[in-house]
């Protein structure tokens, strides 16, 4: 099974990676895994005045503050995975991936917020649900 990991480097990841470690007869070494992160994008104008090299780093550098400890965690579990980032709207992008990789799974970690907090601040994993057919396991 193929199965995406969508990470942010929160507690939300760290619980949710914490899950796949301690399941271990449903998230076992024989799956390929791919754990992915959504960088925000630089401001038009900030990544203009920047630079193309600047923001590049930028994007590197964020991406591996946020990958390099999930790295080492899965490391320490056994669990093997691929790493890889994307600049954009994470919902956006991790819908996308799940699609276009045919991923048989996403696994994300979800903030709980309640409904109301949802509709009024929005969540990546609403937005993921709505726009992804893979199914969605999240952890809380």
Known sequence: MKIL?????????????????SHRDLFGASH???????????PHRAAAFAGPALTRSYYEDDASVVLNPIRTQMGTTGIDAEFAYEIGH??????????????????MGSHGHGALA???????????????SVPILLVR
């Open 5 to 21: 990991l969508a990470v942010d480097g929160s507690e939300y990841t760290q619980r949710m990676l914490s899950y796949l470690g």
């Open 118 to 132: 949802n509709l009024v601040l929005g969540s990546v994993a609403t937005k993921v649900l709505a726009k992804c």
């Open 90 to 107: 994470p919902a956006d992008l991790i819908a996308a991936r799940a699609e276009q990789g045919r991923f048989d799974l996403v696994v």
């Open 32 to 42: 390929a895994y791919t754990a992915f992160y959504a960088v925000l994008p630089v």
